[in-house]
């Protein structure tokens, strides 16, 4: 049973980076697609970057494009999600998903939480000077 553990969370300033880092263990994550997610209270969980099983095909929604990277490696295991220019609007619980397909067909359901199959428990980022 493939199990997802986030890290990487926490308080950081307006204006700064912090790296994500989605663990698998049970299973290899070299065949899933993989999506980062966030959520704050009272909103939807909004899907915000995918990569396909390869790494060759990302996505992002519009409010993060530009600013985080979604990486995966795939001998180690592991996707990462960088995260640089973070806006108070960026504080959410930050979770990693991964897909028992190898991509998605477009971008929008590759950011769609239906298109998951296993998820981890999340990791906090706070946004604040």
């Known amino acids: 049973q493939l199990q997802l553990v986030e890290s990487g969370g926490g308080l950081v300033q307006p204006g700064g980076s912090v790296k994500l880092s989605c663990a698998a263990s049970?299973?290899?994550?070299?065949?899933?697609?993989i999506g980062w997610f966030r959520q704050v209270p009272g909103k939807e969980r909004e899907g915000i970057a995918c990569?396909?099983?390869?790494?060759?095909?990302?996505a992002y929604a519009d409010a993060v494009k530009g600013r985080f990277t979604i990486s995966r490696d795939n001998a180690r295991n592991t996707a990462d999600l960088q995260m640089n220019g973070l806006k108070p609007e960026d504080a959410a619980v930050y979770y990693c998903?991964?897909?028992?397909?190898?991509?998605?067909?477009?971008?929008?359901?590759?950011?769609?939480?239906?298109?998951?199959?296993?998820w981890g428990q999340g990791t906090q980022v706070a946004v604040s000077s």
């Open positions: 990569i396909s099983s390869s790494g060759y095909n990302t």
């Open positions: 998903a991964a897909a028992d397909y190898a991509f998605a067909t477009n971008q929008a359901i590759c950011l769609r939480e239906s298109f998951y199959d296993h």
């Open positions: 049970g299973t290899t994550l070299e065949n899933d697609a």
